[in-house]
């Protein structure tokens, strides 16, 4: 059940020292084939992999043809080997079951509900090969549809992140995976996420819009790029739902589900989420300098070892009946607690603090 080739995965290493030499792909040229530069040749057979890359990996002699390095403008024969070595092994890209419990909250011929623990990976990548929600999903469930592009994701229309907590809707069938798609695109799904954030609000509620991009400084996380020159647009609406003074819980909708959305606007306008390491929110941003303070900060971080995000309710359109479905997750035991930390805090705040 392989995903088919991934231009980070094969030329992630193309310039590695080869002390150990991996065959990933081995090409044989076409008896009726008229000559044609090497890197044209790949770059039509392999077209997840741009020329770019593909010409980098020929110079740096990973490509090898009937056994010989050659240049990218070497003109391919009939009958010859091409072939891809690198310094790295292949990944596996088998999705194997395993026999994890889900917490589901509904299921039918069509669809399921379930309600995801933190720390659980919903899909294998790089790093996180086994222990995901898809492995459980392949064990429980056979005949899975996969996703409309051809990768290997069982039933999934939507993600959530690793240490986010809640709710997934899981299509059992091609044509629900295609309709709650469908409803994603048009923005008719209904999401509700509660989020710990840092600082106070003085309005009840607000909208946070700004285009959704990688940041030009670290290509693994996401920025707001206000003037729209680049990346999706990204509309998130939110209310303020209890107040601590240095941290306020919030309830966000949707409109649109660009990558770390929440997390990103958050950040945009000075509010990071809890004990969120990538955006920031990993270290008192509010509150005083007092060390009973510092520590009671620090108590919270180990007692919610990740960030404050939990996927709170769902509502969508039943792919086959029509009726309106929705669904509501209780917050998992580590957000309830720090919650409740956090309001003991702002009721009995230390003296000296006032």
């Given at each position: ?79 010859d080997v091409i072939q891809i070595i690198l310094a790295f092994p292949p990944r596996d890209t088998t999705i194997y079951p395993e026999d994890i419990p889900l917490n589901i909250l509904y299921e039918d011929d069509e669809l399921l509900i379930v309600n995801k623990d933190p720390g659980m990976v919903v899909h294998p990548g790089h790093g996180h090969s086994s222990g995901t929600l898809v492995n459980a999903l392949v064990h429980h469930f ?213």
């Amino acid at each position: 059940m392989a995903t088919g080739v991934e231009e980070e995965d094969w030329l992630a290493e193309e310039n590695a020292a080869q002390d150990e030499l991996y065959e990933h792909h081995r090409l044989v040229v076409d008896k009726g084939q008229t000559q044609l530069r090497l890197d044209k040749f790949l770059f039509d057979r392999l077209p997840k992999v741009s020329r770019n890359r593909m010409q980098n990996a020929i110079k740096a002699g990973s490509v090898k043809v009937n056994g010989q390095v050659v240049k990218v403008s070497y003109k391919v024969k009939p009958d010859d080997v091409i072939q891809i070595i690198l310094a790295f092994p292949p990944r596996d890209t088998t999705i194997y079951p395993e026999d994890i419990p889900l917490n589901i909250l509904y299921e039918d011929d069509e669809l399921l509900i379930v309600n995801k623990d933190p720390g659980m990976v919903v899909h294998p990548g790089h790093g996180h090969s086994s222990g995901t929600l898809v492995n459980a999903l392949v064990h429980h469930f056979a005949g899975l549809p996969t996703h409309h592009n051809g990768e290997i994701r069982p039933g999934l229309v939507h993600r959530i992140d690793k240490d986010t907590s809640g709710i997934l809707v899981i299509a059992k069938t091609e044509y629900s995976m295609t309709h709650l798609a469908q409803q994603f695109f048009d923005h008719s799904i209904e999401r509700t996420y509660n989020a710990l954030v840092w600082g106070d609000f003085e309005e009840e509620s607000g909208t946070i819009t700004g285009n959704i991009d990688r940041s030009l400084q670290d290509r693994m996380v996401q920025a707001v790029f206000a003037d729209g020159s680049r990346g999706k647009h990204a509309t998130t609406h939110y209310q303020v739902l209890e107040r601590f003074g240095y941290v306020s819980l919030l309830a966000f909708t949707l409109e649109t589900g660009r990558t770390h959305q929440i997390r990103v606007h958050t950040k945009h306008i000075g509010h990071p989420i809890f004990n969120d390491s990538t955006y920031g929110g990993n270290k008192v941003l509010r509150g005083t300098t007092f060390t009973r303070y510092k520590q009671f900060v620090e108590n919270c971080f180990q007692l919610m070892p990740r960030m404050a995000l939990h996927a709170r309710s769902l509502g969508f359109t039943h792919p086959t009946s029509g009726e309106r479905l929705f669904f509501e997750s209780v917050l998992p035991e580590d957000f309830a607690g720090v919650l409740e930390k956090w309001r003991d805090y702002a009721r009995y705040k230390p003296v000296e603090e006032e």
